[in-house]
C-alpha cells in the first residue's frame, strides 16, 4: 500500500527498547494529551501490555506513557 505507514503500538511492550524515539504524554500532561518526543533510556512497566501505553523514562529524565513510536533508533523512521 502506498503511502501508508504503519505506526507501532505504545501499549505493546515488546514494540519499544531502549534508543527508541516515542512521544509520551507526561504525567502534567495527562488532561491535555500534550505529546513530548524523546528517546528510551528504561521501560518502565513490567506488563506485555498497558491500555494507556507503556510508562518509560526518557533520556532527559522524563517519564511518560508511550503514544506513539516515531523511530526504531535514533535516525532511522519507522
Do not use: W, Y
Request: aromatic share 2%.
Amino acid at each position: 500500500m502506498e503511502g501508508f505507514t504503519m505506526k507501532a503500538d505504545g501499549r505493546v511492550r515488546g514494540n519499544i527498547a531502549r534508543g527508541v524515539e516515542v512521544l509520551v504524554v507526561l504525567k502534567r500532561d495527562q488532561r491535555t494529551g500534550k505529546l513530548t518526543r524523546g528517546v528510551v533510556k528504561a521501560i518502565l512497566t513490567r506488563s506485555r501490555k498497558h491500555p494507556r501505553g507503556i510508562k518509560v523514562r526518557l533520556e532527559d529524565g522524563r517519564i511518560g506513557r508511550v503514544q506513539e513510536i516515531v523511530a526504531l533508533k535514533k535516525g532511522e523512521n519507522l
